[in-house]
Nanobody
Framework: QVQLVESGGGLVQAGGSLRLTCAAS????????MGWFRQAPGKEREFVAT????????HYADSVKGRFTISRDNAKTISYLQMNSLKPEDTAVYLC????????????????WGQGTKVTVSS
């Protein structure tokens, strides 16, 4: 089993950067693909990025490609989401998730979820 806790959210101006952290507990972190999703008020949960168990492969939503970078440190059981060139439309609660299956872009493929960290981008 994996427990996930996100941190690093906050208020930032458009064009700024934030780095989100997802700290995982449990011995199966290195065996889990990780994903980041976001959910804005009144909207469905949206895929942001995913990374394989080894960290060797990543995949991004078109809306964040070139601006966001997902990474992981299996020794520290942490996943990161570096967010640059932030836009007001990036405002949302960001959640990390873990799956023992393959990296996926749909929330239903992930078994474990954190509580989320709020990101607000002002214009």
């Amino acid at each position: 089993q994996v427990q996930l806790v996100e941190s690093g959210g906050g208020l930032v101006q458009a064009g700024g950067s934030l780095r989100l952290t997802c700290a995982a507990s449990g011995r199966t972190f290195s065996g889990a693909a990780m994903g980041w999703f976001r959910q804005a008020p009144g909207k469905e949960r949206e895929f942001v990025a995913t990374i394989t168990r080894s960290g060797g492969l990543t995949h991004y939503a078109d809306s964040v490609k070139g601006r966001f970078t997902i990474s992981r440190d299996n020794a520290k059981t942490i996943s990161y989401l570096q967010m640059n060139s932030l836009k007001p439309e990036d405002t949302a609660v960001y959640l990390c998730a873990a799956t023992s299956g393959f990296p996926a872009t749909v929330p239903s493929e992930y078994r474990y979820w954190g509580q989320g960290t709020k990101v607000t981008v002002s214009s």
